[in-house]
């Protein structure tokens, strides 16, 4: 019996395709990653394990948003840093202005530790992605009401 072709993951093209979504419509791109040690990102600003990265043109020098990882350059607190984040690591990616985006699940961590640019981490079949709004407000949000049927899926940003 025949195998079926090897196929490549299609979180770099969706989180690509968020990417120029935003760009196209005057909106700010963030990811959200979730910290390990194949991450390199400053440990000082990752908060509950995460850090929200603004891809924007004027917030990063050199951005590269590549099959594997997602690299640039950006200032914090006035320093250059290099950042290199493994695209298994991204949980999200949305705009800021309307909270429009994407989620996506977390790769095993066994897949990217010790990853080192350049090479591709293994993946595990991870399930589709699925498309949000963030919700923001200064004022404490209630609890939300169990979720409807039928409805979209939706995350509520806690500052």
Not at 29 to 57: K, Y
Not at 85 to 99: H, K, M, T
Not at 128 to 147: G, Q
């Amino acid at each position: 019996m025949p195998q079926a072709p090897t196929t490549t993951s299609t979180r770099p093209y969706m989180v690509r395709a968020m990417y120029d979504w935003c760009v196209d419509n005057q909106c700010t791109p963030f990811i959200v990653v979730v910290v390990d040690a194949s991450v390199r990102v400053p440990q000082e600003f990752v908060q509950n394990g995460e850090i929200v990265l603004n891809l924007s043109l004027g917030a990063t020098s050199g951005l590269v948003l590549g099959n594997d990882y997602i690299e640039f350059k950006a200032r914090f607190g006035g320093v250059a840093r290099d950042i290199c984040v493994p695209l298994g690591r991204v949980s999200a990616i949305y705009a800021r202005e309307n909270g429009q985006g994407m989620t996506f699940p977390i790769e095993a961590p066994s897949a990217t530790a010790g990853a080192k640019p350049g090479t591709a981490p293994t993946s595990l079949p991870t399930p589709a992605p699925s498309v949000f709004e963030v919700v923001s407000s200064d004022e404490p949000s209630p609890t939300p009401d169990p979720k409807p049927p039928g409805t979209r899926p939706w995350l509520t940003r806690v500052k």
